[in-house]
């Protein structure tokens, strides 16, 4: 099996439709920062309302995905673009100083990384014809409702689309990316030729190598009962080359609602039997476990939530890969990222024995292999804002 077979699309359109399965479409928008962790409360609230009603408008036909890279770049064509061309008069000492202070600026900045943001969305659908039409309207209003945000963004068409893979596949920056449509039918190579690494290994289960580099996919156990905005900003402030990824699919909203009203009618049943229990031993039928008592109390909030307040059911996979130069390095950052889910109450975890699933998961094509989801309200899901602080040029 060669590293094409294992790169999960089967066919990149110019126009940036993308055909993962044979009934599954995705298109891809980038977007930009804004500053939300800088912002005032009242400012932050705006932001955080915005957000939820932008993930209100995905229904349960829709599935989509949040695509945060962190990626190394090539450090000396950086270093040759900020070189300034020296010229025939009498500042070329003044250019030669400010060279100087640029590369040290390099040296001491983000380890070459360049953070990008993006939003992939997906439909099912016979065939592309029936795709086409849909997935152009989903993508108007994604970009509405980024401008909404004041967020910039932009759609990407099939050579950014396979640019942007080529860049993970590479992260190493040896390779740089060349590609025209008018090769593909004389060379009788696909898309995936031109993007795939020199080769991929998932012999131990616990990590990967793509090319020369190391990395590893672990998921994001949600345990905390209050989640907190700045955990995703802290997994995106880290200085090394990962990609953080977030799956979301909205639950229908019958479906939803009936689930919890099942749930609800469960825990009320368990409730009655340790009722009888108790009063059958003797003790005070009130007395009831409390993980009982808690749960039920937490459906009753949420079944409220989902009838009354604008909120809607998500499941969502949150998938992190780290990678690195080393073994050593590897088990650095991944330790590093373990101590930021930790600090909020949650769990990072390695995949076991589905490392090139996870990592096919985590490339941007909207197709998710893990079965792995939480539960999540709009407001809970809202909660990893994919904004942190908008950097001035």
Known sequence: ???????PYQRMFPDGICRVTDTFYTKTVQFQDINYQ???NEDKTAIFEGWSDFLNYFDSSIRFQLSFLNLSTAQDGYARSIV???RADKFNDVRDEYSEMLQNQLAKGNNGLTKTKYLTFGIDADSIKAAKPRLERIEMDVINNFKRLGVACS???GIERLHLLHGIFHMDGQTPFR???DWLAPSGLSTKDFIAPSSFEFKNGRMFRMGKMFGAVSFLQILAPELNDRMLADFLDMESSQIVSLHIQSVDQISAIKTVKRKITDLDRAKIEEQKKAVRAGYDM???PSDLATY???AKKLLQDLQSRNERMFLVTFLVVNTADSQRQLDNNVFQASSIAQKYNCQLTRLDFQQEEGLMSSLPLGRNQIEIQRGLTTSSTAIFVPFTTQVRP
């Open 1 to 7: 099996m060669s590293a094409q077979d294992s790169i």
């Open 38 to 40: 800088l912002s005032q």
């Open 84 to 86: 300034i061309p020296l």
């Open 155 to 157: 759609p990407m068409n």
């Open 179 to 181: 590609f025209s449509w």
């Open 286 to 288: 009130d007395i009831i």
């Open 296 to 298: 039920g109390t937490e």
